[in-house]
């Protein structure tokens, strides 16, 4: 597509149930990248992937959090048991050539809210 | 530990005028510095960056300046117009660490007409 893509735009949900965040990168961006923003903070890095495989995964805050991507394209942010500490806007974006060449496109985002 | 700081959460600027968004940094391994924007409801959209090897880099209205031994950079934005009005992040790179990107936790520029 033309731009980063994220679905859904926002989510609710109750505490203790899993939810599942999509993003579809620009076509033959081969890296991908989660990032959150909590309240006030900056963007905090979750998980990186290049290609399929997540050679960094430092990120990602308990193993309640996990992601997946298949294809070189599609990736998946799976959160299980949701916390109200998850509430988050979650951001995905995709790139060529890492943070050079301008860095990355970012997608809009979900929001999360976890009740 | 924050990596890269933004110490003013907010800068307020008349229209016309300079905006100057200040970023500090503590990893002397960043090797390439980058300057986002983000509008409400919108993911951050890339502005302006600069390479360890240079001290400054220009774009139009947008100038981003590095101090190397002060592990500083800053973005200056003249003359400032409202629709610069935006969260600004800056975010700083290491060589080797996979193109992944630190940020700060951003200012919030607004601009009075």
């Known amino acids: 597509g033309a731009g980063v893509s994220q679905s859904p735009s926002n989510k609710v949900t109750e505490k203790g149930k899993d939810v599942e965040l999509r993003c579809d990168p620009i076509?033959?961006?081969?890296?991908l990248y989660w990032y959150r923003q909590s309240l006030g903070q900056g963007l905090e890095f979750l998980i990186y992937?290049?290609?399929?495989?997540?050679?960094?995964k430092s990120g990602l805050p308990s193993d309640r959090f996990s992601a997946e991507r298949t294809g070189g394209s599609v990736s998946t942010l799976t959160i299980q048991r949701t916390q109200q500490e998850d509430s988050a806007v979650y951001l995905c974006?995709?790139?060529?050539f890492g943070a050079g060449m301008g860095g990355y496109t970012f997608g809009s985002g979900t929001r999360l809210t976890v009740v | 530990d924050q990596q890269v700081k933004q110490n003013s959460p907010s800068l307020s600027v008349q229209e016309g005028r300079i905006s100057i968004l200040n970023c500090d940094y503590t990893?002397?391994?960043?090797?390439?510095f980058l300057w986002y924007k983000k509008y409400p409801a919108e993911g951050p959209t890339f502005l302006i960056s600069i390479s360890s090897i240079k001290d400054k880099n220009e774009d139009g209205r947008f100038t981003v300046f590095l101090n190397k031994s002060a592990k500083h950079l800053s973005l200056h934005i003249v003359p400032s117009q409202p629709g610069d009005s935006a969260v600004y992040f800056c975010a700083a790179s290491a060589r080797g660490s996979q193109g992944n990107l630190i940020f700060g936790k951003g200012t919030k520029l607004s601009v009075k007409p």
């Open positions: 076509s033959g961006h081969t890296a």
């Open positions: 974006a995709s790139s060529l």
């Open positions: 992937f290049q290609g399929n495989s997540a050679p960094d």
């Open positions: 990893n002397s391994m960043f090797d390439y």
